[in-house]
C-alpha cells in the first residue's frame, strides 16, 4: 500500500516555464488537495478536489490548475513558473470530510529561477 | 476566514524534558488535529480530536480538545531527540468547505541531547 504517491521529489526550472507535478493515491480516497509550505507561513491550500471531475480553488490558487480524471490522480499544473511559486509542494488526501486526517505524500520541492 | 495562531513558533529543549505548544483560534471549530513532520517529509498524523473537552494520548504524546472549541493543546512528555521537527495543529470548522482543513504554522521542536 503505498499511499499518496508524489513526483518529482525535486525540481528546477527557469522563469516562464511549465511543468506538471504529480500525485497518485491507492487509498480510494475521494478527497484529494494540493498545499503548498513556505517558511513561517505554514501550510496553505492551493486547490482541492472532492471527487472525479470536481475541483475547487483554495487560499492561493494564483498561477496554478488542476484536474481530477480519476479518482486515484490529482495532478497541479504550472503554466507559466515564476520565482514566487519556489516552494515545497504537498499534495494530501482523504476519505471525504477530512474528519478523519489527511494523508500526505513526501513532497515536491520546486526552485524557479 | 478562519485563522489558527500556534504557538510557540519554536522550542529548544534538553532531552527528557515536558513540552507544550497550543493552537488558538477565534473560530469555533469541530475537529483538531496534530500533526508532525520530519525533515524532508510530509506531514503525519499524530492525534485527532473530536469532541469538545477530550483528552487524548499516543504514547509520550496527549492532547486536548479547549471545551470552548476555539483552541487545543499538545504535550510531550520526556522529550527524547526523534521528536525534533515541526508540529502543526489543525482544524475543520462550521462551516467549512468539505473536506478542508485550516493548519497553524507549526511549532519547530529542537532537543539537545
Known amino acids: 500500500n503505498a499511499g499518496v504517491t508524489q513526483t518529482p521529489k525535486f525540481q528546477v526550472l527557469k522563469t516562464g516555464q511549465s511543468m506538471t507535478l504529480q500525485c497518485a493515491q491507492d487509498m480510494n480516497h475521494e478527497y484529494m488537495s494540493w498545499y503548498r509550505q513556505d517558511p513561517g507561513m505554514g501550510l496553505r491550500l492551493i486547490h482541492y478536489?472532492?471527487?472525479?471531475?470536481?475541483?475547487d480553488q483554495g487560499e492561493v490558487p494564483n498561477g496554478y490548475n488542476v484536474s481530477r480524471s480519476t479518482t486515484e490522480d490529482f495532478p497541479l499544473r504550472l503554466e507559466l513558473a515564476a520565482p514566487s511559486q519556489t516552494s515545497v509542494y504537498f499534495c494530501a488526501s482523504s476519505m471525504v470530510g477530512g474528519n478523519y486526517g489527511y494523508t500526505f505524500g513526501s513532497g515536491t520541492r520546486l526552485t524557479v529561477v | 476566514g478562519q485563522q489558527l495562531n500556534q504557538s510557540p513558533q519554536s522550542m529548544f529543549i534538553q532531552e527528557g524534558e515536558d513540552v507544550s505548544m497550543n493552537c488558538t483560534s477565534s473560530s469555533i471549530f469541530n475537529t483538531w488535529l496534530w500533526y508532525k513532520q520530519d525533515p524532508g517529509e510530509g506531514p503525519v498524523l499524530l492525534i485527532a480530536l473530536y469532541k469538545a473537552g477530550e483528552l487524548t494520548s499516543n504514547g509520550r504524546l496527549t492532547a486536548q480538545f479547549g471545551i470552548t472549541r476555539k483552541d487545543s493543546f499538545l504535550n510531550i512528555s520526556a522529550s527524547i531527540p526523534s521528536d525534533v521537527g515541526i508540529y502543526f495543529c489543525a482544524g475543520q470548522g462550521q462551516g467549512g468547505s468539505q473536506g478542508n482543513l485550516i493548519f497553524g504554522k507549526g511549532t519547530k521542536l529542537s532537543v539537545k541531547p
Open positions: 478536489s472532492v471527487g472525479a471531475g470536481i475541483t
